[in-house]
């Protein structure tokens, strides 16, 4: 702990973030780092707790509380605010495959645990890990590190977002022969096609991802298991399979009209605008354009919100987000108190450029969607909705109701739906022959073994949808138990 009362003389600084009426005109990340000196002033506020409930990393009522890879934060703190990066930069690694990342799109439940958060703004930890990272690329200490003897096992990890890269990184360190299968056209799986440009910059994500391929990993991209190389085949060529699949079956709405031209799944909106940009820069016209449009998303999570700045960023005429949920309040309330996650109201980057741009919040709360109403040439036109009360039985849990009377009609050309995913997609799974539970492989945390011999699986595809840092923490966890079945005892932590 560098400065005992650093946390009682400096305060937050809030992160700095390009002028939302520029961002909006280009596709660039929205954010940008820290000085040194201003980092060195965060830092210095970590009161290096004696139980440091930032990288504790568990779950509290369904969410998520601490850092799930739990990184050393405390440490790289203090080394930050001495100005001591490289040796901050050899902390951060030893639990973070992938600091570039998680500084920059995972939602940091480290700070809403930070003791700090008690009373005051937490540390600006997210911040700060991006700064790290970044610095490590930019002066070259990241450089490839090639495993001084291989062991002659071979293993393929089918999927290649957070999960299985982690996993590929852990047992190609340990010295085995690695191949990572992606069906589409580049590595990278969430992070590459899940998340928008302007929330992480391809070239990161490239950028790793030719550093493992230096590593000696190998990367099958366009090719599908289970259809371009059989389950047999994978199998006999390799010693053990991980499947790092994700949770990509999306959440459907079954209501009238659904069919209508013009709706469309969140993922595939983010998925075909990223692929065009990269391609093309949007002269293949390979995307769905929402330009002149009213546009409506269904869902108030983080990916609705994605197709918000989006949609923006291809100047709609108008957007909306639905949410089932009523605002969040101003503070935490009694039932959500630290170190759980902070269940309160923000303005996130989405918002916060739609408020420049058209002078309000997209958002609607408590608002259900009963139909979808399409023209004569079967396009969506207009969404009909009513608005829902949230009330409590007599047990305690949460119902809601409607609200007669508030029925309202909005126009729409384009409507995506983000209102999350049911688990992972079944046909791989069935020519494995692994058990299933849920629309998830079966597998105990941990263990990550399935029923088959010789398969396991780690990530969303395992727990469901969750977070990059969950994805990273069981792609580690993962490697280690298939680096001790193949080799009796294991190398990794």
Same mark, same amino acid.
């Given at each position: 702990?560098?400065?005992a /009362?650093?946390?009682?003389?400096?305060?937050?600084?809030?992160?700095?973030?390009?002028?939302?009426?520029?961002?909006?005109?280009?596709?660039?990340?929205?954010?940008?780092?820290?000085s040194?000196?201003?980092?060195?002033?965060?830092?210095?506020?970590?009161?290096?707790?004696? /139980?440091p409930?930032?990288?504790?990393?568990?779950e509290?009522?369904?969410?998520?509380?601490?850092?799930?890879?739990?990184?050393?934060?405390?440490?790289?703190? %203090?080394?930050?605010?001495?100005?001591?990066?490289?040796?901050?930069l050899?902390?951060?690694?030893?639990?973070?495959?992938?600091?570039?990342?998680?500084?920059?799109?995972?939602?940091?439940?480290?700070?809403?645990?930070? $003791?700090?958060?008690?009373?005051d703004?937490?540390?600006?930890?997210?911040?700060?890990?991006?700064?790290?990272? %970044?610095?490590?690329?930019?002066?070259?200490?990241?450089t490839?590190?090639i495993?001084?003897?291989?062991?002659?096992?071979k293993?393929?990890?089918?999927?290649?977002?957070?999960? *299985?890269?982690?996993?590929?990184?852990?047992?190609n360190?340990?010295?085995h022969?690695?191949?990572?299968?992606?069906?589409?056209?580049?590595? *990278?799986?969430?992070?590459?096609y899940?998340?928008?440009?302007?929330?992480?910059?391809?070239?990161?994500v490239?950028?790793?991802?030719?550093?493992?391929?230096?590593?000696?990993?190998?990367?099958?991209?366009?090719?599908?298991?289970?259809?371009?190389?059989s389950?047999?085949?994978?199998?006999?060529?390799?010693?053990?399979?991980?499947?790092? !699949?994700?949770a990509?079956?999306?959440?459907?709405?079954h209501?009238?009209?659904?069919?209508? /031209?013009? @709706?469309?799944?969140?993922?595939?909106?983010?998925?075909?605008?990223?692929?065009?940009?990269?391609?093309?820069?949007?002269?293949?016209?390979?995307?769905?354009?929402t330009?002149?449009?009213?546009?409506i998303v269904?869902?108030?999570?983080?990916?609705?919100?994605?197709? @918000?700045? $989006?949609?923006?960023?291809?100047?709609?005429?108008s957007?909306?987000?639905?949410?089932?949920?009523?605002?969040?309040?101003?503070?935490?309330?009694?039932?959500?108190?630290?170190?759980?996650?902070?269940?309160i109201?923000?303005?996130?980057?989405?918002?916060?450029?739609?408020?420049?741009? /058209?002078?309000?919040?997209?958002?609607?709360?408590?608002?259900?969607?009963k139909?979808?109403?399409k023209?004569?040439n *079967?396009?969506?036109?207009?969404?009909? !909705?009513i608005?829902?009360?949230?009330?409590?039985d007599?047990?305690?849990?949460?119902?809601f109701?409607?609200?007669?009377?508030?029925e309202?009609?909005?126009?729409a050309?384009?409507?995506?739906?983000?209102?999350?995913?049911?688990?992972?997609?079944?046909?791989?799974?069935?020519?494995? *022959?692994?058990?299933t539970v849920?629309?998830?492989?079966?597998?105990?945390?941990?263990?990550f073994?399935?029923n088959?011999e010789?398969?396991f !699986?780690?990530?969303?595809?395992?727990?469901?949808?969750s977070?990059? @840092?969950?994805a990273?923490?069981?792609?580690?966890?993962?490697?280690?138990?298939?680096?001790?079945?193949l080799?009796?005892? !294991?190398?990794?932590?």
């Open positions: 702990m560098g400065k /009362t650093g946390f009682m003389e400096y305060n937050r600084e809030k992160p700095i973030e390009r002028n939302p009426h520029l961002r909006i005109k280009d596709w660039k990340e929205y954010s940008a780092p820290f040194d000196e201003a980092l060195s002033r965060q830092g210095a506020r970590c009161m290096d707790c004696g /139980t409930f930032c990288h504790m990393g568990m509290l009522k369904g969410t998520t509380t601490g850092c799930p890879i739990h990184n050393l934060i405390p440490e790289w703190n %203090d080394l930050v605010y001495r100005g001591r990066w490289k040796e901050a050899e902390r951060l690694l030893k639990t973070n495959n992938f600091p570039e990342f998680t500084g920059r799109v995972c939602p940091a439940p480290c700070e809403g645990s930070c $003791t700090l958060a008690i009373s703004p937490s540390v600006a930890i997210k911040n700060i890990e991006r700064t790290i990272i %970044d610095k490590g690329f930019e002066n070259g200490w990241i490839p590190r495993p001084g003897r291989r062991t002659g096992k293993v393929a990890i089918i999927g290649s977002g957070p999960a *299985g890269l982690a996993s590929a990184d852990q047992l360190q340990a010295g022969s690695v191949t990572v299968y992606e069906r589409a056209d580049r590595p *990278g799986g969430l992070l590459m899940g998340i928008p440009n302007m929330k992480l910059e391809k070239e990161i490239e950028r790793r991802i030719s550093l493992l391929t230096e590593e000696g990993i190998a990367f099958v991209t366009n090719t599908e298991v289970g259809k371009d190389i389950v047999e085949e994978l199998r006999n060529k390799h010693d053990a399979v991980i499947l790092c !699949t994700g990509q079956k999306q959440r459907d709405l209501i009238e009209g659904r069919e209508a /031209t013009g @709706v469309h799944f969140a993922m595939d909106y983010l998925g075909q605008t990223t692929k065009s940009l990269l391609d093309s820069n949007f002269e293949d016209g390979n995307f769905i354009n330009a002149g449009k009213d546009v269904i869902g108030g999570g983080d990916t609705g919100a994605d197709c @918000v700045a $989006t949609a923006l960023r291809q100047n709609c005429r957007v909306v987000q639905f949410g089932k949920h009523p605002q969040a309040p101003e503070q935490r309330t009694a039932d959500n108190m630290w170190p759980a996650y902070p269940n109201f923000t303005l996130d980057y989405a918002y916060e450029e739609a408020q420049a741009k /058209t002078g309000t919040d997209p958002r609607q709360y408590s608002i259900q969607t139909k979808l109403v023209n004569e *079967g396009e969506v036109m207009e969404l009909h !909705t608005q829902m009360e949230r009330l409590r007599e047990e305690g849990s949460f119902y109701k409607e609200i007669p009377g508030s309202k009609i909005w126009p050309q384009h409507v995506f739906i983000a209102i999350g995913f049911e688990g992972t997609e079944l046909s791989l799974l069935r020519q494995f *022959g692994v058990e849920r629309n998830k492989v079966k597998a105990e945390y941990g263990d073994k399935t088959v010789g398969v !699986t780690a990530g969303d595809a395992r727990r469901g949808q977070l990059i @840092v969950w990273i923490n069981e792609g580690r966890e993962a490697a280690r138990e298939v680096d001790r079945y080799m009796g005892s !294991t190398v990794l932590l």
